[in-house]
């Protein structure tokens, strides 16, 4: 990662609540104090597209590793492996917001996604889930006991749009369901057409856990 950047990552984050100084490590991480004195690594990575396995593993080859690795621009997806890759070193990942949310946990590398981790907890715990793996940060791949196996993509809307389910395909390629993160809102009958033209469901959580059980 360039300095250019680690100085412009460093900048944003000490304007950030609850983060009192960062400052770059020789090792090229961003050393982060929090307001409570909470010290730790974090990792930057500036990649296009989608974060891979490649990406990450060369970070955890030093003595000094970080808790967590962040990713700009934000809008870059993360790869399973990448994201397997990193859970497999005891550290985290996400994206520059995160840092502040990772630094008031106390333990950076035990971060995760509120939401995400919601989904995924509820999904593994499901009576005829076998198992649950990430395909991208949004997107899990589920086995059920039955044999079955089902992508979902888990998107941000309050009210899913046909133009939600639509995007959804353009970032994540096919998949079986696409499903609402929020609990509030609904989903129009534009978005269920437009699921169903692809071959796939636009369900809620609640439709999904009943659709697992099939």
Partial sequence: MSRDVLRWAAEKLESSHGISSVEITGEG???????????????????SGVVKRTDVSPLFEGKKQPSLV?????????????????????????RLGDVARAASTGD??????????????????????????????????????????LKVAVIDAYNM?????????????????VVKSSSYGSITNQAEDAAKSMGAEALTFKALMGRLAR
């Avoid at 991480?29 to 990649?47: H, M, P, Q, R």
């Avoid at 700009?72 to 497999?88: Q, R, Y």
């Avoid at 395909?135 to 196996?149: A, I, P």
Wanted: net charge neutral.
């Fill in 161 to 177: 749009s046909a133009e939600d389910v639509r995007h959804a395909r353009d970032s994540f390629g096919n998949f079986d369901i």
């Fill in 29 to 47: 991480f961003l050393n982060v104090t929090s307001n409570d004195g909470y010290v730790f690594l974090v990792a930057v990575i500036g990649v």
């Fill in 108 to 149: 950076a590398s035990s971060f995760r996604d509120k939401n995400m981790g919601f989904f995924i907890n509820a999904i593994r715990q499901h009576s005829n889930v076998s198992r649950i793996s990430y395909v991208y940060d949004r997107v899990f791949e589920v086995t059920q006991y039955n044999g079955k196996t």
């Fill in 70 to 94: 962040i990713s700009v621009p934000s809008k870059t997806l993360w790869s399973g492996s990448a994201i397997d890759c990193v859970h497999d070193a005891s550290a985290a990942f996400g």
